[in-house]
């Protein structure tokens, strides 16, 4: 560890992340006035310390030799589990879910920091397993993995951060090597487990009349005999396969093998969802199903992004969140009250940052000499740019709303602390690259 070692720290990775923390406190601020002025949230300065503190947990990380996380992964990884375990017996409900743990006038969401310690355990077994990158017991693992603390996400219940293990899953894998018929399985699983989740719904709330193809879906007893008959059907294939060794059979049983899980995983889902999160998946298709309750956030989120234009109506200047028109303003929805006072050209300024960010992190898997810091890397990269997709994505209403902040930028210790985090091990791995 060398003080030296700050002169040769990727400034271009650190700079965008510092003007996006700057955004963050500009627009938490301007969050907090309401039209008349008088009062003022003190969010921001709360999001000061924890961006300053942030900065300084990211360059100390960095001084200290990456290669360290690699020995201890599997412990920090077991410790962080210890905080969900507690969310889920003890923790805070707020908005319906158990996420955060108390400790005085704070808050911890124990999830945000779980993500860093699964990506330096999969990073380091998948760096360890690289002998036999295609292997199934490589992404089977890989999979239990993330699947432990996804499941207990999933249980708080925390849909929007449970869906980052995915992302952070399939960024690592496919940068790993694994067999891609084994991670496009997967992907295509969960893309169509969300399809068949949300046809009924379409059918329901929108369509409005029955389509009897899409009985199959909601009806127990129809879903039961179409899973018998495709599972009838990929033992015809199975056995094709092993008699006669025809790759056809193989991908036979490969498409049916995805059907069936997700068409079990929809109807569990469906079974599992609570009532409000439905409407977040039924209001993201048409707003108007609900305007003035499930609906109410986006409608107002597009409209602020609307009414910023191109240069946006200027700083301290927005009508949507000063006369507290959209809830959650300063966390979720920090992109609507941005853009509309700084328009479209400040949006493109924060894409073309986050951007920045993550072709850095990218850069840093391709130079480094270490698999375990490429994965590590790799691993951030995927976690960053599907925050920024899902929330931007979610701010105009193009995406469900799922909860997830606007990393950096969003109001939230825990999210600026794990984030930056990652970027001081990122940091450490720049300034390390060439070593093995």
């Not at 899973?227 to 193989?250: D, H, T």
């Not at 298709?285 to 240069?311: K, Y």
């Amino acid at each position: 560890m060398r003080a030296g070692d700050l002169l040769k720290v990727d400034y271009l990775l650190l700079m965008p992340v510092l003007v996006l923390l700057v955004f963050g406190i500009l627009f938490i601020y301007s969050s907090g006035i309401p039209y008349a002025g008088a009062h003022i949230s003190n969010e921001y300065i709360r999001q000061i310390i924890w961006a300053s503190a942030g900065l300084i947990i990211a360059l100390v990380i960095a001084l200290v030799n990456y290669r360290r996380f690699y020995y201890f992964s599997i412990y920090i990884y077991l410790i962080s589990l210890l905080p969900l375990v507690y969310t889920l017996i003890f923790g805070r409900v707020i908005y319906n879910a158990a996420r955060w743990l108390r400790i005085g006038m704070f808050g911890i969401q124990a999830s945000e920091f779980v993500k860093i310690s699964v990506i330096i355990l999969l990073a380091r077994y998948l760096s360890d397993t690289d002998h036999n990158r295609e292997a199934f017991s490589r992404f089977f693992i890989s999979c239990v993995i993330v699947f432990i603390p996804m499941g207990m996400v999933l249980l708080q219940p925390d849909l929007g951060t449970a869906l980052v293990y995915i992302a952070i899953l399939v960024t690592m894998t496919f940068t790993a090597g694994v067999a891609m018929r084994y991670v496009a399985f997967m992907t295509s699983c969960i893309a169509l487990t969300g399809i068949f989740l949300v046809l009924p719904l379409w059918q329901s709330y929108i369509l409005r009349k029955p389509l009897p193809v899409l009985a199959l879906l909601t009806n127990p007893k129809i879903l039961m005999l179409v899973i018998l008959f495709i599972l009838l059907l990929a033992g015809i294939a199975l056995f094709g396969y092993i008699k006669f060794k025809k790759g056809y059979f193989y991908w036979l049983v490969y498409t049916l093998a995805i059907s069936v899980f997700s068409l079990g995983a929809s109807y569990a889902a469906r079974l599992i969802l609570k009532n409000y999160q439905i409407m977040r998946l039924i209001v993201f298709l048409d707003p108007n199903v609900d305007p003035r309750g499930a609906g109410w956030n986006i409608i107002q989120s597009v409209t602020a992004i609307g009414a910023g234009g191109l240069t946006g109506r200027g700083y301290l200047q927005g009508t949507q969140s000063h006369y507290r028109f959209l809830p959650e303003q300063s966390t979720d929805f920090i992109f609507s009250i941005f853009s509309e006072e700084a328009g479209l050209l400040g949006g493109l300024a924060v894409f073309l940052l986050f951007v920045l960010i993550c072709s850095r992190l990218l850069l840093i898997t391709k130079t480094t000499a270490d698999s375990f810091a490429k994965y590590i890397c790799a691993g951030l990269a995927g976690m960053i740019s599907f925050h920024f997709i899902i929330n931007v994505g979610m701010t105009m209403g193009i995406m469900p709303i799922t909860g997830i902040p606007l990393l950096f930028m969003s109001y939230g210790g825990s999210a600026v602390f794990s984030a930056m985090a990652g970027i001081g091990i990122a940091l450490s791995i720049y300034i390390r690259r060439f070593n093995r």
